[in-house]
């Protein structure tokens, strides 16, 4: 397993070939890029790489493959609908090799934050290597991590298109998250940043590179 470091973790898209399965050939030479591009992180598959679309044998398979290709530390994505069924991803992927984890609230479900809490205290359990919590509330129909939930977990991954998420972080809880990822790609890079996230995490990995220069603890 390759160690996990501070800095930009890129989230590869996933290739599929004429047969819709997934082209491993393709794959590789996607990671490659990826590395020759300074990430210094690879967190797969997430939503941007059709996650949600694959069955649990080809997570799996995306997670084994990576682990054994890439040169980076590799940050497994296990959401699932049910806490069991994420947390089984999880100790598959720390048998993999992968160098943490990164999950969701549950899938389709709106639970209450004693309930959302509960979720991720059984996924951070079944392991050893780290969590990241990724907040979606968007994509997620409305479930939130809430900032009092935050102040709970350990290895925050906050995504949120505005900034008052985050604020709201400051505000009631004190240190910046973690990590902070986005989906509105480098417009928001230097906001973020002069925030001093640890990281960043893009889907298309279009962090200004001013956010670099301006944030001092993050390499790249």
Aim: proline content about 7%.
């Amino acid at each position: 397993m390759t160690a996990l470091r501070l800095g930009l973790v890129h989230t590869p898209v996933m290739p599929f070939g004429h047969d819709h399965r997934i082209d491993f050939d393709l794959f590789a030479k996607l990671i490659d890029f990826h590395q020759r591009q300074g990430a210094d992180a690879l967190a797969l598959p997430m939503h941007a790489a059709e996650s949600v679309s694959l069955p649990d044998p080809e997570k799996r398979a995306v997670v084994d493959f990576a682990v054994k290709h890439a040169k980076v530390p590799v940050i497994a994505h296990v959401s699932e609908a049910g806490s069991e069924l994420a947390a089984a991803l999880a100790r598959h992927a720390e048998a993999a090799g992968a160098a943490a984890i990164v999950a969701t609230t549950p899938y389709y479900w709106t639970p209450p934050p004693t309930m959302v809490l509960e979720h991720f205290a059984i996924i951070g359990a079944a392991v050893k290597i780290p969590l990241f919590v990724h907040n979606a509330p968007d994509d997620m129909a409305g479930s939130r991590v809430t900032a009092e939930l935050m102040a709970k977990l350990i290895g925050r991954l906050e995504s949120a298109q505005d900034l008052d998420r985050v604020a709201e972080w400051f505000t009631t809880q004190g240190p910046a998250p973690s990590w902070i990822a986005g989906r509105k790609g480098g417009e928001l890079a230097d906001s973020f940043c002069s925030r001093r996230a640890d990281g960043a995490c893009w889907p298309r990995q279009r962090l200004a590179a001013s956010c670099l220069s301006s944030t001092p603890r993050m390499k790249g």
